[in-house]
């Protein structure tokens, strides 16, 4: 059990079925707000490709990210990171809020990978978080290599302000990485 961050195909994406996942009624509400904006639709999204999907799991404590994006964000840089609740691979200038509830959250924030992006490599050079972090692909791929041991290891070689505090490396490497898998595939993301 659990709290996931996934990312969602054309099947899942484009289903009104909610008790099953779908999560048509984001996407049309999604399409209804971008047309307000004068934005095209967002339509282009492909079957997940579970070779490369990913999935990776927050389970550890997040005090140290949160004391990391207060130290280097501005209050709404600090809520494009940490309020979503799905992340497209579209450039939104604001992000979009419809009144529909999850397990998680009473309302979905989605917001645009590029702004996301954009954050994230700034936290990521606050904390000097190697290039050598895995790039996340397949199951839990961040998630393993963060808590069982591999992360420990690179860091006794390869010591940093990264390696000072390993939850707060994971997050940060984690929005990092979200980002640029949805960018990459052009998918969305969100949280299960």
Not at 38 to 56: M, T
Not at 129 to 138: D, F, K, M, R
Request: charge should be negative; hydrophobic fraction near 40%.
């Amino acid at each position: 059990m659990g709290v996931y961050l996934i990312d969602v195909g054309a099947e899942e994406w484009l289903s009104e079925d909610a008790e099953e996942g779908g999560k048509g009624a984001i996407a049309k509400g999604l399409n209804e707000e971008l047309a307000q904006r004068g934005l095209p639709p967002y339509v282009s999204v492909p079957e997940r490709d579970f070779g490369s999907a990913f999935e990776e799991k927050l389970s550890p404590s997040m005090s140290g990210f949160d004391a990391l994006c207060r130290s280097q964000l501005t209050p709404d840089e600090r809520k494009l990171i940490g309020d979503w609740s799905v992340l497209v691979p579209i450039s939104l200038d604001e992000e979009i809020r419809l009144p529909i509830g999850s397990a998680y959250t009473d309302e979905t924030v989605i917001a645009g990978a590029p702004q996301v992006l954009a954050v994230a490599e700034r936290l990521a050079a606050a904390l000097e978080l190697p290039v050598e972090v895995p790039e996340a692909s397949g199951n839990l791929a961040l998630t393993f290599w963060f808590l069982e041991g591999e992360a420990e290891q690179f860091a006794a070689a390869r010591p940093g302000r990264w390696s000072e505090d390993l939850d707060t490396a994971f997050y940060v490497a984690l929005y990092l990485r979200a980002a640029q898998h949805s960018l990459r595939q052009g998918c969305p993301m969100t949280y299960s």
